[in-house]
């Protein structure tokens, strides 16, 4: 038996032993309950006594998409010729098809590029700004979303409006109002963050984009914190780009991300990198937004096992995720309210989607996120607060057994 069959032979084996326990025999997917879920949390390799409560961060891999990347790197340690890597370039179009159409995006509009960071700084980078002209901020921007447009401009000349929003938001036009005032003729960029790492705010995305393309606005969202999280259609979003990791809620495989870019913006956009084969109009690889991927070097392992990570998705649904992502989250954040925990996160779903933050004072917050992992086996953030996040792969225990170890610890900081 060939490499190629062997490897071949080994995914198809991965692909249909993960298949048979995401959906468990017998179990209609209509009335799949809490046995389900169970299933799902056996595809993680994680132990009980540390449970992972931290997407916004880092997710663990489902075995199979680990699996995949340790087979990959295996073949192209046994033989990194030319001729056996070049397979893997019809595994990263096969990846970069299923995620384009998960996100409601075309093919051509996606880069596979290494995480949020350098998709941010890619658009950061790549657009034409000169002094006079203005990019309006979320005062709640991660860094690479935020300091890295403070830094561009001192470079550029051009100005920078930071926007802030109301901390006890009533409804999604109260999100939507600082920006509105914030928007002037000289704006040429708004830049978002879709939901806060720091506050679990959800912004009103859908409505900023409207507003802002009505003015001829470019908006770039940071998506973090929903890809893998939430369902999304990025055409009907609205946004002229996207930034998001696989290593978040996605529990793809590490150091990589994905840039969208809607396909008329794309050509404005100058790339960050220029590595062999940019711009050689021989080279098909780099329609699009694949432009953005010239970058040397990669770990074709990870990109190709971006496919199984998106049939990890699609045999769950990417809608069926949302819903238990939301349906978590809500448990969390009534039960850590109901310890007498103060929430900075929003309950409704309108204004916050998986990020759940406690208000801790900071000087406290490394203690109890201590406590919460040594005594409770939770492991957490101290972003914002005591950040959890669950995720598909939590139980209802897991959120239980969250919410006892806070209210344990209130003393700490209470």
Known sequence: M?????????LTGIAAASALAVRPRGVARAAEGEAYWEQIRKQFPFREDRV?????????????????????????????????RERYASDRETARSKVADQVGAEADEVALVRNTSEANNIINNGLDLKAGDEVVIWGQNHPTNNVAWKVRAQRRG??????????NPADPDELVRPFKEALTPRTRVLALTHASNVSGFLLPVR???????????????????????????????GCDSFAASAHKWYCGPKEVGL??????RIPEIWP?????????????????????ESMGQRDDAAISAMGEAAGFHSSIGTDR????VRELSSLLKQSLAEAGATLVTPLGDKLSAGVCIVQVAPEKRQAVFNAMYDKFGIAGSTSGGLRLCPHVYNTREHIERAARGVASLRPLWA
């Open 52 to 84: 992972p409560m931290n997407a916004a961060n880092l997710c663990p891999s489902p075995t199979s998409v680990a699996a995949t990347v340790t087979e990959l790197t295996r073949s192209i340690d046994e033989d990194c010729s030319f001729q056996n």
């Open 272 to 292: 960050s990198t220029v590595a062999p084969g940019w711009g050689d109009e021989a080279e098909t690889e780099l329609e699009g937004a694949r432009k953005f």
């Open 207 to 237: 409505e900023l984009c409207e507003l802002a393309r009505r003015s001829g606005i470019y908006v770039h969202v940071d998506g973090a914190q929903t890809w893998g999280a939430l369902e999304l259609d990025l055409h009907e979003l």
């Open 321 to 324: 995720v949302e819903r238990r």
């Open 158 to 167: 051009f100005s920078l409006r930071e926007v802030e929003v109301p901390p």
């Open 2 to 10: 060939t490499t190629e069959e062997t490897r071949r032979r080994f």
């Open 259 to 264: 840039l969208y870019v809607r396909r008329e």
